[in-house]
């Protein structure tokens, strides 16, 4: 357990901690509040005491066989054109009886592989402490008499940990800067955002590799994970990466690209076995080696989620775009799934407009109707995106009629709240206290409404903005609402959604952050959903959302904030920032407020240069 030649440098004493990183002077009784380490295929967890030393190490592909990797997609196709005439009839409950009558299947939970635990001969552990580098991913612990070092390497992937004999002193030398612990106590100060950063890039980094980040990143010290440790697909999993880009992380968009690739196929037995179309269709879970969906039930009929290929492919598009060309594999992926809509698409309103149903809109319901729908405002901006993106990769005759079926679509609705309808269905009233976003969809991460091209839309999706509840408190939910507020230039608003995170308890001391908070599990409450007792590490941070909520700094020239079609040029975005893992220029702004900080992101853009042409967006009043 000791580094070779080739890891003595990233292992060696440093006469001073790194000031990116974060440290505490207590030991860590819980996997939650470890240290962690990783290289997007093997993880390693520090934590434990003077006394009792402890690594869990952990690998992006182990699961647990619990029947999920068994389990394929319902056969229902055959029964959907029943369902489509009960809703387009007015039966606003009639998807609840189509399915195959299974029960609820998780997917493959996420598991450790195993436990490293050093113990010695108790003492007082006098001068104990423990930190993390952002910069070179080494865990350390020590105190007199001893210290252990841990890090993954990403260039040779192996992990290692060195400790000294206990004869021998570490050359450590304690620095004045406050442990994590209590900066988390410290709201309003930038160090606190600085620190956060650095760790939400960190840790997108650290569990980005083979595949993305998982609900838990890469790491997990139980064999019953919350959520299975899935990859949850219709939220989290995009929330997750969306500084990817504006952050210059490739390995976690190739990351993203590796875990969709892997599974068409699966997703092409979906589009087959549920709605008897080529193409594809994209599960709401994923253990990772599955793609096929199957995880689904009355209250979450997620089978009928047909928005979620493009959804999923969208950071990808975004990548492309910003290197200023799309690769081959993207092409061939957005036409597969142009070709779902040519199949799916074939019901028609009384205006003669085309018509998604069955539809949903993740994970909510219209007041007054059953889950599964008419016309979600995800799907319909989904149809819209994927046909015309599809049909600018591919010229030709395929071109004109997919763009022909893209204008056949409805346009969104506004509400009698003045709202951008989450369902565009007349008759189907919203439920705003939800935690999902999903009807804003065309606001982030599409450019489908924006202040400046469609204000009116603009004006309504704010308005359903103000009106969306937080349901359950949820870490994911407001950074999602703050990424839509930051394309809608309400400054404001950002900084009250980050407020909500930063406030609401919701970070381990090791920095992770948690959802739901890690006090209200240590009470026993129940959060969503109410299945088990969920000690889970959610890696959606301010973080990894941060710089998507504000990538207008980075950008030369002055073009409009939040718009990747205004960047798109070749090489990657540059993003200097402290806590960079590749190291990288103090931020200049880590000395201003974070209000200030929050709202120099959202200020009128200089310049609104266009370079490609965007597809419309009409308001039908109702």
């Given amino acids: ?79 959907l054109p029943r369902l489509q005439d009960r809703l387009l009839a007015g039966d606003l409950t009639a998807a609840e009886e189509f399915t195959d009558g299974r029960p609820l299947q998780w997917v493959q939970p996420f598991h450790p592989a195993f436990q490293v635990r050093l113990r010695r001969p108790a003492d007082r552990g006098r001068g104990y402490r423990r930190s993390i580098d952002f910069t070179t991913g080494v865990a350390e612990a020590a105190c007199t008499g001893w210290s252990s070092r841990v890090f993954v390497s990403r260039a040779d992937d192996v992990i290692v940990q060195h400790v000294t004999s206990p004869g021998l002193t570490a050359d450590i030398a304690l620095d004045h800067r406050l442990p994590g612990s209590e900066l988390l106590k410290r709201l309003k100060s930038p160090a606190l955002l600085e620190r956060l950063f650095a760790a939400g890039r960190y840790h997108l980094l650290s569990a980005a590799g083979m595949l993305p980040p998982r609900l838990t990143g890469l790491w997990t010290g139980d064999w019953d994970t919350a959520w299975s440790g899935a990859f949850t697909t219709d939220a989290n999993l995009n929330l997750q990466t969306a500084s990817a880009v504006a952050g210059a992380l490739p390995e976690v968009v190739e990351a993203h690209a590796a875990l969709i690739h892997g599974q068409l196929p699966h997703w092409r037995d979906n589009a087959r076995a549920v709605f008897g179309t080529r193409g594809i269709v994209a599960p709401p879970h994923t253990d990772g080696e599955s793609g096929h969906t199957y995880h689904f039930s009355r209250e979450y009929p997620l089978h009928l989620w047909t928005a979620g290929a493009d959804w999923l492919l969208k950071p990808l598009v975004d ?199 890690p006090r209200r599990l240590q009470r026993g409450r129940r959060p969503h959903p109410p299945r088990r007792d969920h000690r889970d590490a959610d890696p959606v941070d301010p973080g990894q959302a941060g710089p ?42 880590a000395s201003r407020r974070p209000q200030d900080f929050l709202r120099s992101a959202t200020a009128p853009p200089a310049s609104r240069r266009r370079l490609r042409p965007q597809p419309g967006a009409a308001v039908e009043p109702q």
């Fill in 319 to 517: 990548h492309d775009e910003a290197r200023g060309e799309h690769g081959p594999r993207l092409k061939a992926a957005l036409a597969e799934l142009a070709l779902f809509y040519e199949d799916f698409l074939t019901r028609t309103d009384e205006h003669g407009r085309l018509v998604v149903v069955p539809s949903y809109s993740p994970e909510n319901r219209p007041a007054n109707a059953s889950w599964g729908a008419i016309n979600a405002a995800m799907d319909l901006s989904a149809a819209r995106h994927v046909l015309l993106t599809a049909a600018v990769c591919h010229l030709g005759p395929d071109a004109d009629r997919r763009r022909a079926l893209a204008a056949r679509l409805p346009p969104h609705r506004v509400n009698d709240d003045g709202a951008l309808a989450e369902w565009a269905w007349p008759g189907l009233d919203d439920t705003y206290d939800h935690r999902h976003l999903s009807h804003l969809y065309g606001v982030w991460p599409l450019d489908e409404i924006n202040p400046y091209d469609t204000p009116d839309l603009a004006a309504a999706a704010h308005r359903a903005l103000e009106l969306r509840g937080a349901e359950n408190d949820s870490a994911h939910g407001h950074l999602h609402h703050a990424l839509v507020a930051a394309r809608l230039r309400d400054g404001e608003r950002v900084a009250h959604a980050l407020g909500q995170v930063l406030e609401g308890d919701f970070f381990h001391t090791s920095l992770i952050s948690a959802l739901p908070r």
């Fill in 1 to 79: 357990m000791s580094a070779d030649v080739s890891h003595s440098q990233a292992l060696s004493p440093s006469p001073s901690s790194s000031p990116h990183g974060t440290w505490e002077p207590r030991p860590a009784a819980r996997w939650e509040d470890a240290f962690l380490s990783g290289n997007g295929r093997h993880g390693a967890m520090v934590f434990g005491d003077p006394n009792d030393g402890r690594v869990i190490v952990t690998h992006h592909t182990l699961v647990r066989p619990n029947g999920g990797e068994h389990a394929r997609p319902p056969e229902l196709a055959a029964q």
């Fill in 548 to 589: 998507a909520a504000r990538p207008a700094r980075r950008v030369p020239g002055g073009r409009t904030p939040g718009r990747t079609d205004e960047v798109r040029r070749r090489g990657r975005p540059r993003l200097e920032s402290a806590g960079s893992p590749r190291g990288g220029s103090a931020d200049p702004d």
